[in-house]
């Protein structure tokens, strides 16, 4: 390697150590490189502190274009390289897309060999693929900048220089095939100086907390390993409850069902209401041509806004335009329509005088039919109540012999009880001998546990000591961080050599001048607000007169054509009462109420003498009920007495 390699991989290193210790958050550009060249290196020329300067300026200004780059490669290619040598490819790449022209090929190849060489082969193979740079890292660096200057800057740079890029990579290749091993630069070793640190008083270190003892276990009771006595007591009453539900049980299947009932339940009647109901529905075919009452709607004062009051002005503006055009029409002489339009109102009004007859006519047709349908109905009803009896008859022999069949299957259930008790006490003597020997074993696992939590607290204080003393040494280091100071001086520029770079003074200054020319602004589009306000309310109150005037006389008119309308339907009621038609029909429908009453009469006198009847029936089999209970009380009792006697015979 020669001497200009050899500097300018001194150049290039000192670039990357710059970078890695570089803070944008906390630390100035400018002022942290003149200090970090005057700290590192004194024996540099001119030339290659600017081109220091602007190689670490520019990495820091194209900062989100270059993580973007090395960390696509970090991703893909590169996952086998250390994170330290993320710097080194920062560099070159601000060297290949910016300072390519001004490099020659020798130093840029030079530069790349005094690298690691397997390092360097993956990222020159990383840009020369074009499938990565132009898919996902163009994407990115379009979020990031504008996509002219992408195309313009950086890709233009790739496609200008892509020949140099294969001339380093075929050095490269060269490199690992004939394993020529570039020379290395001889470092100068490093001198430990010795640091100049005041003395700091440590904190004081906390005297960790004693971990409390296990208290000692308590003895075992032994009520614990004694059978409780409340086992028996609800034993005792799980078996009464047992009882009294197979008494219930056999008194509800010794009764009758509700459908041999001779009396109509509710549901029945509900069901028998409904179906009614429905048909009186199917009747009611004229209920649309009926005159229903209208409900008054109280019209309430509303609060217009301006938008509701300008539209009922132009509304009202276009009713005055169309009648003056209508007056000027009848002064020139054309035909008055007004003539037409009474006659028109006259024909109207005898067809709906012919209407309102004609649906009255329909309405006492249909009433008169309602009562013939009842009648027919009553009819029907007759004839089901005879099949009805006979059904009755044919459900209870069929109860009488289902009652039979129940008691044979009752005797058969009472054994497998019998059967089943006696299992239950051969599981309760085995469930008494593992209790026994469960209580064994957990003595033993007991006094395992108690060993080893032993042993874990003895552990756990070592380990407490050696953290605490761990602590105090770094809270001792923690004092011995530099301060850095920042001058800031308001009258000069940050210095990064940008167009319009101003200082904060002047920047103070221009504001200041922008704010008095927004307040001139806003003083002249108030005083513009307010003359449009003026005008806007004018109009406002022009359009409120006209619309008051129009109201009032809308209101006349509606109290004259209320009385129109009253005087027609009185003139209605007495043509409808005047009618012959209507009166004979009136006479028929009360001649079929008279009979429908008269069948349902006789209907209730009916029902009241069957009641009587099948009251007396009920006292009878209510004796008999009774008999068959107290029976089966004696029964149940002997049991119990048998099962008492054969518990106390195993105990």
Known sequence: MTASN??????????TRAL???????????????????EHDHSLSCEDETFIVEVFSGCVYYNKLFKVLVDGFYQTDGRSILKSHYNIFVVLGYLIIFRMDEISFKRLRGLVLAQPTVNMIQFFSYLLDD??????????WCEQYD??????KIIAAFDSGRSELHGVMEALDNVVEHDVSPTLVPRPTVVPEPFDLTEVKPRAIPVPKKIPSVPAFKTVPVTTRKKPIYE??????????????????KVANRTRFKCADPE?????AVKIERIRQEEDKKLQFNARHVTQERVKVENKPIKMNTAAILREGLIYQKKEKESEEYLTGLLRGDFDQSKFDEWQKKQLAEDQRNKVMNTHYRKMQGQIAREQAILAKKQKEEENRKVAEDVKHDIVTKQEHQMLVRVVEEQRIQELIEEVNRSHVAAQEAKAKTVVENQQVAKKVNAESRELMRRALEEEEKRMIERSETIAQIRALEHLRPERKVMLDHTSTAGHFLFAEMSLAELHERLCGLKDEQLQERERKNGQIKKEKKEKSQAIFDAIAKISMHREEVGRSTVIKAKLREEDLLARRQMIDSDEKLKQLQRKLEMKKKKVSEIERVEVIKQNSAKKINFRGLIREKKELQ?????????SHQRMAEKQSKLIDNT
């Open 6 to 15: 050899h500097q300018d991989a001194h150049l290039v290193e000192l670039c």
């Open 20 to 38: 890695h210790t570089f803070s944008i958050k906390d630390q100035a550009v400018d002022h942290y490189i003149a200090e970090f060249l005057t």
């Open 131 to 140: 499938q990565k740079i132009n898919n996902w890292v163009y994407d990115r």
């Open 147 to 152: 996509s002219q200057f992408v195309d313009q």
């Open 232 to 249: 028996k007591q609800l034993r005792k009453k799980r078996e009464e409850n047992h009882d009294e539900v197979q008494q219930r049980l």
């Open 264 to 268: 109509l339940s509710k549901k029945t």
């Open 627 to 635: 008999k068959n209970r107290w029976k089966h009380l004696e029964n």
